[in-house]
């Protein structure tokens, strides 16, 4: 499955920061009217803060991390709005457990993960995430580091295959990958529409295609340049140390790369258990979190109706017990052998 990108309403206009399964994720964080002004929240991906947000309104303290400049900076008034029940962390997801010690957080009652690139992201052109918009081809989350035209533009084509192949799921990656290295040696990649502009001449594009010929190109690019699949595993396991017995973890995904990492987790930190609506939460020798059935949930049609990247999301949750968190195993996600971004890093250097 392929994350969009660009949201789009019912009649093809933007929709700006809307937050998905928004719902359904206050109610596995169990932000009832009963226990909501006790509950500490960390929320892992601000954002437009549109989490953050109900979640202090319902009641709870939160602690909110970007990795993004931008998103820290338009945040700051609305942590000044909430009155102290939101801070504002500039940081790396996966390092959530740290930078709530840092902070002087505490343990948490919730953890709440929306996963993938965001809407105010994709708006901006200078940002290079969108092939919709002419822009530098950039993609970089954290605005330093890596760039998705360093990429196409150093990487050798094998790698770049592999990339593309396995991050974009993209079945003619070769075909793209000996077009753009055919291409950069008669002008170096600068901008996103002259990468888009490559990939839909190379792949074609008839009228009864669902999505443009360069969307998981973009999305392969995009987290292979921000780490998405490493920092995503690598935060599940601080989410872990970070839950209190009882708190929740809540993941929200929209392609199935993500959500496979998230289903892996919990089947590996439930101790294997198969969930069921009908049986009750079994207690586990190793486990450390617990799963009320299967621990899914899809959008409602009437949120997918008006808010089309809905119908791609799927929300994951698990609560935590109160055994010993267990050690990191970034083996069972089963990740990719990719060329490192540091490796391509010293050679374009």
Not at 9 to 35: F, I, K, Y
Not at 222 to 245: D, H, S
Request: net charge negative.
């Amino acid at each position: 499955m392929t994350d969009s990108n660009i949201d789009t309403d019912v009649v093809g206009g933007p929709v700006r920061h809307v937050p998905v399964m928004l719902n359904e994720a206050l109610s596995c964080l169990q932000l009832t009217p009963q226990n909501s002004k006790s509950l500490k929240i960390v929320d892992g991906t601000f954002g437009a803060g549109g989490y953050s947000s109900a979640m202090v309104q319902a009641g709870a303290t939160v602690m909110a991390i970007d990795r993004d400049p931008n998103a820290i900076r338009d945040g700051a008034e609305l942590v000044s709005k909430l009155d102290g029940k939101l801070s504002l962390v500039a940081g790396e997801f996966r390092y959530l457990d740290t930078l709530a010690e840092e902070n002087d957080f505490g343990q948490a009652d919730g953890v709440v993960l929306d996963i993938g690139v965001s809407s105010m992201q994709l708006d901006e052109a200078e940002r290079g995430f969108s092939f919709q918009k002419d822009g530098p081809l950039d993609m970089r989350m954290s605005q330093s580091g890596v760039s998705a035209a360093d990429v196409v533009n150093i990487m050798k084509q094998s790698d770049l295959t592999r990339v593309i192949g396995i991050l974009g799921e993209e079945r003619r990656a070769s075909h793209v990958s000996r077009a753009i290295v055919r291409e950069r040696e008669k002008m170096p990649f600068s901008t996103t529409l002259q990468l888009a502009s490559l990939i839909e001449k190379t792949l074609g594009r008839r009228a009864t295609d669902k999505i443009h010929p360069a969307t998981r190109t973009f999305q392969a690019l995009r987290i292979f340049v921000n780490q998405e699949l490493e920092q995503l595993g690598e935060a599940l396991f601080a989410a872990e140390r970070l839950l209190k017995a009882g708190g929740r973890l809540v993941v929200v995904t929209f392609h199935s790369l993500e959500d496979r990492l998230v289903k892996l987790f919990f089947k590996d930190r439930t101790g294997g258990q198969e969930g069921s609506r009908h049986l009750p939460l079994v207690n586990h020798k190793d486990a450390t979190f617990e799963i009320d059935g299967k621990g899914l949930l899809k959008a409602s049609k009437d949120e997918a109706e008006v808010n089309p990247r809905s119908r791609s999301a799927k929300l994951r949750w698990g609560e935590r017990n109160d055994h010993t968190a267990g050690k990191v195993d970034m083996s069972i996600f089963g990740l990719p052998n990719l060329v490192s971004l540091n490796a391509l890093q010293l050679k374009g250097e």
